[in-house]
């Protein structure tokens, strides 16, 4: 990362508040209506087997390896909760329960919550990636990054009204070279009302020799067939993120989100052959139905 760019980072981060990773940190709890009296145990926990969400995304992003082409994609968002367990595409994860408390993509349930600590376990699908589907017939000779199930264990800290830290560790389940991965969040909240806020937040990423090689190494069977050098890489911090984000629970049914986003890859990740583009820049848009 150019030093300039990692100040301004910093600073910005350091200015406006503490950050989150794209999607996935864990804000501070939202308070109960002081007008409502406490449910039932029961009752919640009937009230909560109900929830469920559906709606559309759409984004602009950008993969740093390979090609790098800007996409557009629109798709379809998710959610629902039966009893503990919560089921939630990418796009959906902060929505479900926008207003009231935090989602995991994936499927997820609670281990344990407290005033100021969370502790959530999720599964979720890692799609993997195909060489084979790069404009560039250079890159076709790369083994295919192959899809697995990854084990989440995300720790969530409430530091002040504003403030909250996350961490998560998630672990490739299927022995299929996805390895281990930690991604730490910091996050700065401004409510402009009890149903609408915006986050800035600052992340940063570590992955150990087997996530690496996998996703920024060429082996020299990958070499021999495409002519790119080959690259050995070893465990250590690979990526810087910082992100706005806008949510908002426009009604009692209806919640979107509008955000921005700059990742950059770090050390041995970025000088890696496959980082065509090391910085790149996203959007998002997402608007959805729940039905309570």
Known sequence: ?????????????????????????????????????????????????????????????????????????????????????????????????????????????????????????????????????????????????RATVRGRLTLGLTLSEHWSLTSRASQDLLGRDGGLRLDTGLNYRHRLSRDTHWDLSFGAGWANGTFRQTHYGIDPEGAAATGLPAYAIGSGWDSLSLGWRLTSAINRHWVGYAGLGVAQLQGAARRSPLATRPTTFSAGLGLAYRNR
């Open 1 to 145: 990362m150019k030093p300039a760019l990692a100040a301004a980072a910093l600073l910005m981060s350091a200015a406006a508040g503490l950050a989150q990773e794209r999607g996935d940190a864990a804000p501070t709890a939202e308070p109960a209506p002081a007008s409502a009296p406490p449910a039932p145990r029961d009752d919640l926990a009937l009230q909560a087997s109900r929830d469920y969400l559906i709606g559309a995304a759409i984004g602009s992003s950008a993969n740093p390896l390979g090609t790098a082409e800007q996409k557009l994609s629109l798709g379809g968002i998710w959610a629902f909760q039966l009893g503990r367990w919560r089921f939630a595409s990418s796009g959906a994860s902060a929505l479900l329960n926008q207003g009231r408390e935090t989602v995991d993509s994936g499927v997820s349930t609670q281990l344990a919550r407290g005033d100021r600590l969370t502790l959530n376990t999720s599964l979720s699908i890692d799609e993997g990636r195909d060489w084979r589907d790069e404009k560039d017939p250079r890159y076709h000779g790369l083994g295919k990054v």
